[in-house]
């Protein structure tokens, strides 16, 4: 079992910079590749990056590229995600998720967080 705690999210205006980090406790947190997703209202659960288990490979959504960062530090059980020049659209709860069969498809991703909010002002 993987326990999986975010924090960091809140209201910022568009173009600032918000890091969420995600907090994991149980099996060999090192282990195991990590990711966020987001979910906006009414909107599906969209993958924004992932993280491979030694950190050397990552992956971002189109949206994410260029303006987030996903990176991890194992020796704490953590992964972050900075985000910089955010934008309205960018407003949605924001999953830590951890150990995917097929990381593109958030349905097989075994353990999730609770989520935290991430509002943008336009």
């Known amino acids: 079992q993987v326990q999986l705690v975010e924090s960091g999210g809140g209201l910022v205006q568009a173009g600032g910079s918000l890091r969420l980090s995600c907090a994991g406790s149980?099996?060999?947190?090192?282990?195991?590749?990590m990711g966020w997703f987001r979910q906006a209202p009414g909107k599906e659960r969209d993958l924004v990056a992932v993280?491979?288990?030694?950190?050397?490979?990552?992956y971002y959504a189109d949206s994410a590229k260029g303006r987030f960062t996903i990176s991890r530090d194992n020796a704490k059980n953590t992964v972050y995600l900075q985000m910089n020049r955010l934008k309205p659209e960018d407003t949605a709860v924001y999953y830590c998720?951890?150990?995917?069969?097929?990381?593109?498809?958030?349905?097989?991703?075994?353990?999730w967080g609770q989520g935290t909010q991430v509002t943008v002002s336009s």
């Open positions: 149980g099996r060999s947190f090192s282990s195991i590749s």
């Open positions: 993280i491979s288990d030694t950190g050397g490979s990552t």
């Open positions: 998720a951890a150990d995917p069969s097929r990381v593109l498809v958030a349905s097989s991703w075994k353990y």
